[in-house]
Every structure is written in C-alpha cells, then in structure tokens.
C-alpha cells in the first residue's frame, strides 16, 4: 500500500511537472500573441492580412484566434489583459440564446431578477467551504474615489452567497415553494491561468438560475428539465452534438449534492469541453443559510429546502466556432447567424450604364425585400471599391451561411446563384422561389452542420475495454468511454497514468504527443451494454474494485 | 457690482447652510430608515404590518420606500448600503422596455455590444475632464485574491472611456459611419448622498447608446429620434407624461456639445425629475480619442466624427412608482405589469362541497385560460387560508391593474365582478365577453392613467411672468416656465434667490416650508407664446440680459 503511494506520488510530481511545463509554454505564447496581437507570416503582420493565415489542421490554437478576431466577434481588450469586447455578431448569439432560454424558462415559472454585484466580506466569511474555490479569483474593491472603504467588497464569482441569505428571508412557508429566480449577468472571477477568448476570460456574461423546492424529487426534476435546455442550446441553435450525463464526485460543483453536465467535443484536437452545468445543490445550502419551512405533511417539524443552481455562459459560443469553423474562417449555424443570407451583385463595372446599374439595384432590393418578409436576415453588399471576390472571402471569413451571387445575367435568365458556405456548395434558384426556397435551404444548412458534427462526435467516443488502447484512442483524438469504479482516488490515478511525463525536448515540436493525461468528463445518461454489476473490472489495470458504470474519459479544456 | 457679488456671496453662502442642514437631516432619517429597515407604528414594526402604513400625502418619502419594498419591487441590500436587490415584479417592467427599445433602435441600426466592466488608470488619465466628475464616485479594484494588482482598476460609471478608444480603430473610413453601438449592462457610482430606491443607487442597471456620424445633422437627427424613444417609454409604457427639450450649458452633460432631456413631475412634492437624457458630444471626444475619417468631399483632408450618447437607467421605474402610486400602494399600468388582471375566488368556503369547489375551480381555470388565449398576463389566487379581502388587499398593494372577483353566485348568473386599481370602479362583464372586454378594459385603465398625469403636471406647469410669483407658485407644487436669458451665473443666481437660507428651527415640522432652491429643468422644444426676442426681459429681477427662450425651472431631484 504505501510504496504503491510513493510511487504514486512520484508520478504525480512528474505528472505534474509536465504538466506545468507544458501550461507555461502555451501561456508564454499566448502572453506573446496576445501582446504582438498575432504572430508575424511572410514580413507581414498577420492581423493586417484579410483572412485566416494559418489552417485550422495545423495551428488549431492561432487559427482560433484569428477566427474570432478577423471574423470580428471579439477585440482585445487592450488596457486590461483577459479581458474582451464582444460585438455584435457575438452579440447576436447571444441575444438569440438568451430569448429562447428566457422563453422556456417563464414557461417553467422561473421569474427574472437582478442581485448587486458585490459581496461583502462578511457574508463571504459565513459559507467558507463553497467560497475556497473561487477565493483566489476574487477582485476586491478597497476604495471609492479617494476614500478606503471601511469593508473591502468582493466582486461576484457566481451568486449563492449573494442571494440565500434572501431565499432564507422570503421563504418561510411551503406556499412559498418552488422559488425559482434567474438572473441575466456579468461575474468576474481574475484567473491567473492564459485566457482564451470565451473559454476562458476573467469577466464573461453568463445566467444563472438559483431555485429552491420541498423535496429531493421536484428539485431533481428540475435539475434534468433545465439540462435539457442547455442541450437544445446546443443542438438546435448552435448545431453543436453534447452528451447529456452526471459528473463524478472529483468533478461536480464544490458543495453541491451533485452535477449534470452536457458535455461538448473540439475535433480538432479530440479535448472534451464542459458545456453548461445543471446542479442539484441538495440540502447544503440550505443549512448554511437556514432556509427551512414548515413540514406540510408534519406540522411543527421543518425541512431544510432543496435547492439547484444552474447557469450557462459566453463559453458556448466558442466551442461553436472551435467545432464549425474552417480554414476560410467563420461558420454560423443559420439560427443564429446575424445575417442569415448576403446578396452580392456581380457582372457590373465600370462599363454598366447608370441606367443599368439602377435597374440591378432595384432587382437586388427586391429580392432582398421578398427574403425580409420570409423571415430571413438579409443584407445586400454594394460596397464600392471591393471586387466580388474580395466580399465573397469577406463574408465567408464572417460566417454568412448563405451567399446569394447576382449579376445582370442571372437577372436575365431569372435565377439566383447560390454558394453554402458549410459545404461550398452552389447552386441556381429561381427568382419567383427565392421567398419560398432560401429558408428551407438555411434550414437544411443547419441540420447538416449538426449531422456532420454529430457524425464527427459519435465517431470519436470509442467504448474502450482494454487499458492499452487507451493512450492510443487519446492520441488519435478521440475520447474514450470506458468501465469505471467511480472512486476519487482512481480517478486521480488514471489522470496520472495517462500524462505523458517524460522529457520530450529533443522531439521536433510537430511530432510531440501531447502530454496532458485524461479526466472524467461526465458519466452519461446513456450507458452502452456490456457492463455487468459486480463482475466487469475498472479498466484502471493497478484497480481491484469492480466498474461501476461507463465513464466518458478524455483529455479537455 | 463687487457689492453685488458679495451680497450674492453671502446669499450663496446661507442657500449652501441651509441646503446641507436640510440634507444632512435628509440622509441621517434615511439612514436611520435604512437601518431600522422601516420605523414603528403603534408598538409595531412597520414593515411586519401588511399594507402601507402612511399616506402619500403626509409622509412621501416613507410612503415611498414602503411601496417599494411591501409590492416586492426591491429589497434593501443589507450587506452594502446604496444597493437594492431587484425583484421580479421590478425586472418585467425593465424586460418590457428592453425589448420595446431593442426593437425600435435595431429598426434604426443600432447593434448590440458588451464592453468590459473595468477601466484602467491610464485611460482614465487621457481624458481628465470628462472623468473628473466621475472620480469621486468610481470604485477601485486593487486586489485579485490576495494579490494586489500593479495597476488598480476602476469599475465603469459609464462606458465613454472604455469604448472610444476602439471606435478609433474600427473607424477607418467614412464608410465605417454611423458606428451605432448600444449596451445594457450595470454601471456602480459609489455615491455618498442619501441613496433612494431607483432614483439614486450605488449600482443601477440601464442602456447606454454610443454612436459616431459623419455629420453634425446625421448625429442631430439620431439625437432626437432617440429621445423620441425615451419619451415613448415614459409615455406609451409607463404612463408619464414628460417634457421634451434641452438643458441649459450648466446642467448638460460634461464634456458634450448639447443634452436633450425629457423632464417628468412627482405631483406629491412639485418636483422635476430628469427622465433619461439623449447627448450630442459633438466632436470633444473624436478629438480626445482621435476619432477621424477622410472627407468623402475633399480627399486628403480628415475629419473628426461626430458622436452622440444616450443613456435610460432603472430610475424610470421610480418615476412611474411616485406618479401613479396610492395609499393602497402600487399601480401599475397595463403594459408593463407582470400579473394584468388577478382572479380572485369568492364565495367558496368551508361549506363548499367539494364537487362544487372543483366545478369552480374548472370555471375560473377557463376564464383564465381564454384571457390567456387574448394575451392577458393573468392569475388565480387559490392561495388557502386568506380571505378574498386579504387578498384583495394584497393585490392593490402589489399594483395589479385589474381584479376579477368570482364566486359560485356569479357562475349562476354567468358574469365576473371587476375592480380597477387606478380608480376603484367596480363593474360586471358577461363571462363570454371576459377575453374581448378585459383586454380593452386594459388599454382603458393604461389611458386614463396616462391622462390623469398628464392633466397634472399640466396643472402645475405655470408660465409665470413676475418674479413675485415664482416662490408661492414652487411652494404650491408647481414647476414654472419663465423668460430666461440662458447665461450660467444668473441662473446660479435663481437658485440663490429662490432658497430659504433662514433659520427655521422653531417652525413645526408640517409647516415647514422647504428651502431647496430653483433648478433649471430644460428649455422646452414647446415654446409657449408672448416671448419678443430683444423685448422681454429675464425674469431674474437682478438680471440686466433679455430673455432668450422660455424655460422650465422647479425643485427637482
């Protein structure tokens, strides 16, 4: 037992020290990009070259970047590092997410409401255990104008202490029950660790949904309800494929009861990436804050309330850029593209009468007038001084899901000419149809960008039985789904077995195998066969205990 | 004229007295208020006693932070003083104009944007005199954990200076113009007087437009279409009139070029309050932050933008709250309240079959599904142990526009009771007309709330044309509009002339009469009649100038 503990130790430390390596080198670089804005290519500084310099296959990490720069999602926020300006087109996603969440959640009963930002030092003094996580992100304001304040407050990092000392003051009866508020807001939590625009940024917008419930059932109803939206935010807006299951104890939410998760997959580099988490905080809370009502089934006994927190944030809109991104730059999902449809006129010059150029300006506008009325978000590009090449990289660097090409040609045989920028692929329409066919088009766009994602997930969730093949699947990007017994320690133990810690500073750089070792994603609601109770072993080979369930291992964010 | 200046200083100095005694009061009761949460009445915590327990007319600001607070509006942030917790009932209203304005200012253009929450020293040393009135009240973050960051960063009062700087940068071409970016966020002004619900808080949510034109009339235009909009919310949601029109040099926005404003009235103590305010900051901050594009009209010579901002906060809420509110409590209109029209149960007691409790329940449940057919924000208040007068009680404090009051009887006789809550009128609907009438009674109750205010600040808005006039004319709750030379110092000077400097300890309290001085509220676009420019004198009796314009002066908050 203890030499099996130092050699387990020993492990960690070198484990651990790749591991550092490794995270220093990737913030040098990023620290490094982020200062320079983008690496230099060719004596040209890249943020000045239109479209993306690198390709999404060989330089994932610089690709991103210069997606969300060039395709103006987000600015750098100069003056403080972390930090990021969302425009609009980010904007729009989120407004999009944000009314169809809000549209669900009123249906459930769940009412809106806004809580202050800071926290006093005090309060955050009363639920110690929760508030150690998130102590070292803490941003304190100590003065206003010239004056330090006699108490230093906290900037919010989530809402539990901000708000249960309120759900304790209007609880007080089982009438009172469910109380389910939800509020729409910024949290800041000051990471140390590289910032990564919308995966992780010291401030980023988010909601978050605190309820409270008689019993264990109800509030685990919710849990699972709640959950289901973060999945449809997912699958139905963002095109994006998750799969739906509960996190180990290593992973759930600090002080809950426990987690559900949606968890995501980036093909590009085969990381797991947590997508939203719905909890069940269980009675913890409620004991810390004293949030009690009357037994109504046992007058003159009372029950400490049920309580969930949920929230999903900005972070989903990265993981849709890293999933259906390629190397022409963005690519949006229709349902939730700012502009849905682009019309660029081709075939006029310098040559076409002004006459002719009126004409072909009327024929535009209606077109995109018939296609306003038909629901579809629709611009027309006459920018002068820009070749139709040039606008055609353009929007596609930006997303634009459809691009419609007309020129008095087409205008003359009656048709459209179109090109989908997921597939590239073009076509004719013709122009009395366009109403009618460019919405079913955007929608067919948005169901084979999650078919193709769907595919691309489902074929890298290998269910894995032999422990050797493990590194391997890892290695060819894939994550795993294996036979665990669901211990803490395990848990550890395979993350340790699965870190690659030897010194690899001779290999040239493109043939390095990543050295991060593998966590536990989530365990999913659907279990494949195969696993028999109190025979099958944990795939771990220095385990003794039997698996318990099947477990979504694999490397991630 | 150095006498004079010295008989003004020492006015000036008495008015300066007088006005700190009398908010030093001010703050010491609220804080008091603040504390003691409410005061006592009759042995009994005021705020353990349902329903408000002042009238509106004796005791306005109690009266007001009562409503508040027992409607479920806000809740007092006990951690930190100056901050309120903003509840349901609160956020529907703020949701409901989000969206009203959201649709209108992307009909326009505008996009959508989120900017961080932080500002650095060092942009805030670049433009020194805008911030200069904001220095007092930024609060600073000098700690991350328990790391103390190398240079401190201030939380935003509002966002001038964390955006422009990006506007330089997108800006490149005059065909980046208009530049039309809006923000919901929340903004904290560390405040050291007296805070209010709404009217004045430490952090308070709202919208800030900023946008950049190639011309002083595109910005001009936009500056008054915005306004328009403001004005709309006050009106056509809120049920407020305002007064539309521009402030003077000494109270529009530092830093601006001019700031239109739309102006309300609290009939209950005569005062003017500033609604939201639409600024045109003409070319002061393009130059400050090098905003510049080509003239389109003479190449090679640049030219600085113009830029306007707006801005509409929570504090629109109070308004509505003081102008429509009763010693009943809250009223709200139509249009913004979450619950429209309540259906309260009568008649149905402890010898009630339950058969015919259930039939009941299946009749009340109908109505209130067809009211929700007619896009009736309805409820059923089956809540046990209550009477129906509790309930009704209930409901008048939390501003229900409309009640239903349905019992058995009715269900024979095929009718519903109703009771307004702006007017107390009681009528009956055939049950068959319930989803037709009610949503018309609705629009009725939302006009005549409308018209009720308007005919009274009408009322109190005097045009008065002798001095004399003008202190009785404040004292009786009126604001005045008077001829009016638009020079700073002599309006500095009206405030001096209209403050009670004397000493009125001996005087009891309900005689007292108040010592604020005269403001400047705007100079309406609506000029009344009877102005001859060069002729009519300012009405400041020790003003030499001639009038210039009528303009709207008052106590105001």
Redesign the interface.
């Known amino acids: 037992m203890d030499e099996n503990k130092e050699q387990s130790k020993s492990a960690l430390k070198k484990a651990e020290k790749a591991a550092k390596m490794a995270s220093e080198k990737a913030a040098k670089q990023a620290r490094k990009a982020s200062q320079a804005s983008l690496p230099a290519v060719g004596g040209k500084k890249t943020e000045d070259i239109i479209g993306i310099t690198v390709s999404k296959a060989d330089n994932f990490p610089q690709w991103y970047q210069e997606v969300v720069l060039k395709a103006e999602m987000v600015?750098y926020?100069?003056?403080?590092s972390g930090?990021?300006?969302?425009?609009?087109l980010?904007?729009?996603i989120?407004?999009t997410i944000r009314k169809w969440f809000t549209n669900h959640i009123e249906e459930m009963g769940v009412?809106?409401?806004?809580?202050?930002?800071?926290?006093?030092s005090?309060?955050l003094e009363k639920e110690k255990d929760h508030v150690e996580g998130f102590?070292?992100?803490?941003?304190?304001?100590?003065?206003?104008?010239?004056k330090d304040l006699d108490i230093?407050?906290a900037?919010r990092p989530t809402s539990e202490a901000?708000m249960y000392?309120?759900y304790s003051?209007w609880i007080r009866s089982h009438?009172d029950l469910p109380l389910r508020?939800n509020q729409w807001?910024?949290v800041?939590r000051?990471e140390?660790k590289q910032t990564t625009p919308f995966l992780r940024t010291r401030?980023f917008?988010w909601q978050e949904g605190h309820t409270a419930h008689l019993t264990e059932a109800l509030a685990g109803k919710e849990v699972l309800e709640i959950l289901e939206l973060y999945a449809g935010i997912y699958e139905q807006l963002l095109a994006v494929p998750v799969v739906r299951g509960t996190k180990t104890e290593n992973e759930k939410f600090a002080g809950g009861y426990y987690t559900t998760t949606v968890e995501g997959y980036i093909p590009s580099n085969g990381r797991g990436i947590q997508g939203a988490t719905s909890h069940c905080l269980g009675q913890n809370f409620s004991k810390m804050f004293d949030i009690t009502v009357e037994d109504p089934a046992n007058k003159g006994s009372h029950i400490h309330v049920w309580q969930n927190s949920w929230g999903l944030s900005t972070r989903v809109i990265g993981v849709m850029v890293m999933v259906h991104g390629d190397d022409k730059g963005l690519v949006l999902p229709p349902r939730v593209a700012k502009v849905q449809t682009v019309i660029v006129p081709v075939g006029i010059n310098k040559n076409t009468t002004p006459e002719a150029r009126k004409k072909h300006e009327e024929t535009v506008d209606e077109i995109r007038q018939s296609l306003k009325k038909a629901g579809v978000r629709c611009e027309s590009d006459w920018?002068e001084g820009y070749t139709p090449a040039w606008k055609f990289n353009d929007w596609e660097l930006k997303g634009v899901p459809l691009r419609i090409e007309f020129g008095p040609k087409d205008a003359a045989n009656g048709v459209v000419t179109f090109a989908r920028r997921d597939t590239g692929k073009k076509g004719e329409i013709p122009m009395a149809e366009v109403a009618t066919q460019v919405p079913e088009l955007l929608e067919t766009i948005q169901k084979d960008m999650y078919n193709k994602a769907e595919a691309s997930f489902r074929e890298h969730r290998l269910q894995i039985t032999k422990w050797e093949e493990v590194l391997p699947a890892l290695d060819s990007k894939n994550v795993v789904i294996i036979p665990f017994c669901l211990d803490c320690k395990c848990e550890d133990r395979i993350k340790e077995l699965t870190t690659r810690a030897e010194d690899t500073s001779d290999v040239p750089e493109n043939q390095k195998l990543p050295a991060m070792g593998m966590k536990s994603l989530c365990i999913p609601f659907d279990q494949p066969e195969g696993l028999v109770e109190g025979e099958t072993d944990c795939l771990n080979p220095e385990c003794k205990s039997k698996a318990q369930k099947w477990v979504m291992f694999g490397r991630s964010y």
Do not use: C
């Open positions: 600015e926020y100069q003056e403080i930090f990021f300006v969302l425009r609009p980010t904007m729009h989120w407004s009412e809106e409401t806004s809580f202050p930002i800071f926290l006093s005090k309060s102590a070292p992100e803490l941003a304190w304001v100590t003065k206003a104008g010239d230093p407050v900037i901000v000392p309120y003051k009438r508020l807001n910024s800041v000051w140390a401030e917008l920018r």
